[in-house]
């Protein structure tokens, strides 16, 4: 007699769209910045600027300005979780009875959607964390791209001191005072900072009895706190990404790209009962990887 997975390859298919989607695109870090897709390792990314002059005078026959064009690489590292459930040993605990079928035979999880959510929370949780921290091979982090041994960032003095709620918002202002004019008008300028850190800002705000400040002007998207601060065109979010660092810094969202393989990889994902080894498992496999395009438009506290 043959073994009917039928509906067990349902479920499968089922879960595996709902995981790939919510660990990878509403992660933290990435539910704001942009997401490249189709890098198997690394690729460039290619900047244009121009370098635009304007001369007086209604006969000019010398050409003046130019088109720059450059590249930053940016490099995706293998990330993969793999793990297995032995049902069995839930037979001698509550659990055997609420979340298995009867009989012997445990092709099905009741708690698999509520194991499914946990997965999916924690890979994105570590997703930002690695996204700001990552140092393996060649690719590097939000971290160290957004510091000082970073060429180009913009580390003011007078920003580099202990991120304290009676400091804030001195903190925020000075990183804004520094932002290159050429993009102080953008509508997607951002300050990172820590969780911690976030509530020390909303701390400071309390402290400084400001008649706008509306606790309900801050949201909570997968984990992340933002609030845009108070008479400028710029948001202010919390991530765990930086959790432990007292790093803050203002840049523009779409000059920091996150990167990641093809979607068709993505789609892989499996958890399945397996029969030979009487478990259920998952497997989730994806690529990530940051890089700037700008790094002279980051304004950093330059804090650990």
């Given at each position: 007699?043959?073994?009917?997975?039928?509906?067990?390859?349902?479920?499968?298919?089922?879960?595996?769209?709902?995981?790939?989607?919510?660990?990878?695109?509403?992660?933290?870090?990435?539910?704001?910045?942009?997401?490249?897709?189709?890098?198997?390792?690394?690729?460039?990314?290619?900047?244009?600027?121009?370098?635009?002059?304007?001369?007086?005078?209604?006969?000019?026959?010398?050409?003046?300005?130019?088109?720059?064009?450059?590249?930053?690489?940016?490099?995706?590292?293998?990330?993969?979780?793999?793990?297995?459930?032995?049902?069995?040993?839930?037979?001698?605990?509550?659990?055997?009875?609420?979340?298995?079928?009867?009989?012997?035979?445990?092709?099905?999880?009741?708690?698999?959607?509520?194991?499914?959510?946990?997965?999916?929370?924690?890979?994105?949780?570590?997703?930002?964390?690695?996204?700001?921290?990552?140092?393996?091979?060649?690719?590097?982090?939000?971290?160290?791209?957004?510091?000082?041994?970073?060429?180009?960032?913009v580390t003011p003095a007078a920003a580099?001191?202990?991120?304290?709620?009676?400091?804030?918002?001195?903190?925020?202002?000075?990183?804004?005072?520094?932002?290159?004019?050429?993009?102080?008008?953008?509508?997607?300028?951002?300050?990172?900072?820590?969780?911690?850190?976030?509530?020390?800002?909303?701390?400071?705000?309390?402290?400084?009895?400001?008649?706008?400040?509306?606790?309900?002007?801050?949201?909570?998207?997968?984990?992340?706190?933002?609030?845009?601060?108070?008479?400028?065109?710029?948001?202010?979010?919390?991530?765990?990404?930086?959790?432990?660092?007292?790093?803050?810094?203002?840049?523009?969202?779409?000059?920091?790209?996150?990167?990641?393989?093809?979607?068709?990889?993505?789609?892989?994902?499996?958890?399945?009962y397996d029969i030979n080894s009487d478990?259920?498992?998952?497997?989730?496999?994806?690529?990530?990887?940051?890089?700037?395009?700008?790094?002279?438009?980051?304004?950093?506290?330059?804090r650990n």
């Amino acid at each position: 007699m043959g073994l009917n997975v039928s509906a067990l390859n349902d479920f499968n298919n089922e879960v595996a769209g709902e995981l790939i989607i919510r660990s990878v695109y509403e992660g933290q870090t990435t539910s704001i910045l942009p997401v490249k897709e189709g890098i198997k390792h690394q690729e460039p990314l290619n900047l244009f600027d121009v370098d635009l002059q304007i001369q007086t005078g209604s006969c000019v026959s010398t050409p003046s300005g130019s088109m720059i064009a450059s590249q930053r690489n940016i490099t995706v590292t293998p990330r993969t979780s793999y793990d297995g459930l032995c049902l069995k040993d839930l037979d001698t605990k509550y659990l055997g009875i609420s979340a298995l079928e009867p009989g012997s035979y445990n092709e099905t999880f009741a708690l698999a959607n509520a194991y499914g959510e946990m997965l999916t929370n924690q890979f994105a949780k570590k997703n930002d964390q690695f996204l700001w921290n990552v140092t393996s091979g060649s690719s590097a982090g939000l971290g160290y791209l957004t510091s000082g041994s970073n060429s180009g960032v913009v580390t003011p003095a007078a920003a580099n001191i202990p991120f304290v709620s009676a400091d804030a918002l001195l903190v925020i202002d000075t990183l804004i005072d520094n932002l290159d004019a050429d993009v102080a008008d953008r509508d997607d300028l951002t300050v990172w900072m820590s969780v911690t850190n976030f509530r020390k800002y909303v701390t400071a705000l309390r402290s400084a009895n400001n008649f706008y400040f509306d606790p309900g002007s801050i949201t909570n998207r997968t984990g992340i706190l933002s609030m845009a601060y108070p008479f400028q065109n710029v948001k202010v979010v919390g991530t765990t990404g930086l959790q432990g660092s007292d790093r803050v810094c203002l840049m523009p969202d779409a000059y920091a790209v996150v990167g990641t393989d093809l979607i068709s990889d993505l789609s892989e994902f499996q958890m399945r009962y397996d029969i030979n080894s009487d478990q259920l498992k998952h497997r989730i496999a994806t690529k990530l990887g940051v890089q700037v395009a700008y790094p002279e438009y980051i304004v950093s506290n330059n804090r650990n």
